[in-house]
């Protein structure tokens, strides 16, 4: 004949059975919806965006009449991350100049100077929801630039060299100024979001000249853009 069941015994095992099924509902509905928010959130952003480069060479205004040059750059980047992502950059400069250039040390005519630089680059963005409307933003990595001067009655002097780039900036989200722009925009082409942004980043790329010594053809971005996350 079995023993008789405490009933208070009974009761506690009940209860145990009951939150055990209660805590893994719980986290069970935890990992599906970050599973879901995971796959609704954005994979990619494109950037565009125009500014000014302000070079590091000394004596710039010997050489040319404008203090900086007009930049144009293009960015693709993967979201590791929804705060994290990995890209690359391109960007082009060209500027018309007259006088002593810097990079061969002789007086010239006219002259064409262009800088190509391509940068692959992690950025950290300090978003922690879809709506957030400022968000702010670091980010760094390496350049290859490419550069050339076209002197007229002289020398062309061409070449790569590799240097640092890192970059600050904050964006603002534009969907929600216009949430039926935004929606259409995502309806058509698939675009999430889209943000207005400022940025300030820094580039080296340093060289020899002709007589051996260093010349930074870095120097000080300021951009405007826009971000579409897809």
Known sequence: ?????????????VCRSRLLVCIVGVVLSVVTATALADE???YWSTEIKFGQFHPDLEEW?????????????????????????????????????????????????????TLVPVSAYVTLRAIFSENQLIVP????????TSYKQNVNEGETSK????????KAGIQFLLDRLDTGSANALQRDFGIDNTYLFFEFSKITADIDDVLGNKVDLGGKNYFFGLLFEL
């Open 137 to 144: 933003y670091v980010g760094g990595g390496m350049t290859r």
């Open 61 to 113: 205004d010997k050489f040319y009449d404008d203090d900086y040059m007009k930049q144009y750059s293009v960015a693709l980047a993967y979201k590791i991350l929804r705060q994290v992502e990995i890209g690359l950059e391109a960007s082009y400069m060209s500027l018309n100049g007259r006088g002593v250039l810097p990079l061969n040390n002789q007086v010239g005519g006219e002259a064409d100077y």
């Open 40 to 42: 609704n959130r954005p």
């Open 1 to 13: 004949m079995n023993p008789p069941i405490n009933p208070f015994l009974h009761f506690i095992c």
């Open 159 to 166: 070449g790569k060299t590799n240097g640092v780039y890192y």
